[in-house]
């Protein structure tokens, strides 16, 4: 008798592309837009329009004014009062702030969902509490609320029969858990003018990674902490919601206020594990003097300005605080510098340029959490 067979394969078609309601192909274009603008509504839109031109993004059913019309429907944008009092103007709502730290994620770390509580888990089994489905005989110390009273019972009925039925203390079995563990992140982004020189964009690449790694912090592990931080002359804390209008200025670069700033976070966090992600073009030519007077050089890499940055690393590992540098640019004698003040810190360094900068850091998060958890 012939056996029938089940033959399995791949079936191969053309690509399709998923539907998207005109709204929706405006969207996807007009969050990058406002990205690159910083928030700027009015100069997104004038880009909009000019893309329209070239690439017939709008159709005579839907106009760039129906789409002006929807954002405003849908709760994307606002009026208020320009700046200057003279007249309104429109404005990005949070709702919009999150779409775009949603697409920032996508577009950098792939399509992350939420899944479960959020928290990270040891690689060590013990006290804890998150379950783990495997199960182990009951060791003294072992908390009573642990047991396991199905599997129990059944170790009973067969050590025991049903007929001289008991429960012994070879009989209990306990539930294994893993630790849940938290991570504090303080996340350094370099807003000096080198930033933007040499026409190369670098502050909106930095941008999105920022963004897209609050997303990922605040919907996937929303016990950790994330607080984000920029240094020019100065360093201070930006909030979240601000990520989206983030700007270069005329500023040095100031990597030792930017590291004391991160560590002053760092320490009044409770959590055991903190690390220290720093977005940098490399070259620190900036120190705040003990007068309040500022200390400049932006020709080379001046020792003075140098030697506090090792000084700072050195403080951080004292204080068990890793630091990754992300260099986005290739300079040998600034790799040079980053090298030097990895070793310091005995942190790490990644010389990524823009291109794959999120993943990197996205990778590396995962990894640390991975490396650094204790049981």
């Avoid at 997303?215 to 920029?230: A, C, F, G, Q, S």
Wanted: aromatic share 10%; charged share 30%; net charge neutral.
């Amino acid at each position: 008798m012939k056996e029938k067979l089940n033959k399995t394969g791949f079936v191969f078609k053309t690509y399709e592309v998923p539907h998207q309601s005109p709204f929706e192909k405006l969207f996807e274009v007009f969050k990058e837009l406002i990205t690159y603008t910083s928030g700027d509504f009015d100069e997104a839109i004038n880009w909009l329009r000019q893309l329209d031109e070239e690439y017939k993004l709008t159709t005579k059913e839907y106009s760039i004014e129906d789409f002006i019309e929807d954002l405003k429907a849908k709760g994307y944008i606002r009026e208020e009062i320009e700046p200057n009092g003279d007249g309104k103007g429109m404005a990005i709502t949070a709702k919009t702030e999150r779409a775009i730290r949603q697409q920032a994620l996508d577009h950098i770390f792939g399509k992350i969902k939420r899944s479960g509580s959020g928290n990270h888990k040891s690689k060590s089994p013990g006290i804890g509490d998150e379950h783990t489905g495997d199960f182990r005989a009951y060791q003294f110390g072992d908390a009573l609320d642990k047991v396991s009273i199905t599997e129990t019972l059944r170790n009973a009925q067969i050590n025991h029969g049903i007929g001289d039925f008991k429960i012994t203390e070879d009989d209990l079995v306990v539930e294994e858990t893993l630790h849940k563990s938290q991570m504090s992140t303080v996340l350094m982004i370099d807003i000096s003018h080198s930033m933007i020189l040499y026409g190369e964009d670098r502050i909106t690449p930095a941008k999105k990674v920022a963004m897209a790694l609050a997303e990922l912090i605040t919907t996937r592990y929303p016990k950790d902490t994330l607080d984000i931080l920029v240094f020019g002359n100065d360093a201070w804390p930006i909030a979240i919601k601000d990520l989206p209008y983030l700007k270069v200025g005329p500023y040095h670069t100031n990597t030792v206020a930017g590291l004391q700033l991160a560590m002053d976070l760092l320490r009044r966090k409770r959590n055991t594990n903190k690390q220290i992600f720093m977005i940098t073009d490399g070259k620190p030519s900036c120190l705040r003097l003990p007068d309040g007077q500022y200390y400049k050089n932006s020709n080379g890499l001046d020792p003075y300005i140098v030697n506090k940055c090792y000084a700072m690393a050195q403080q951080a590992r004292r204080l068990h605080i890793p630091i990754t540098t992300f260099m986005i640019t290739d300079d040998d004698y600034l790799m040079r510098f980053v090298q030097e003040f990895t070793k310091a810190n005995k942190g790490k360094a990644f010389y990524t340029g823009l291109k794959g900068l999120g993943e990197m850091i996205f990778e590396d998060y995962e990894n640390n959490r991975k490396r650094r958890i204790k049981g």
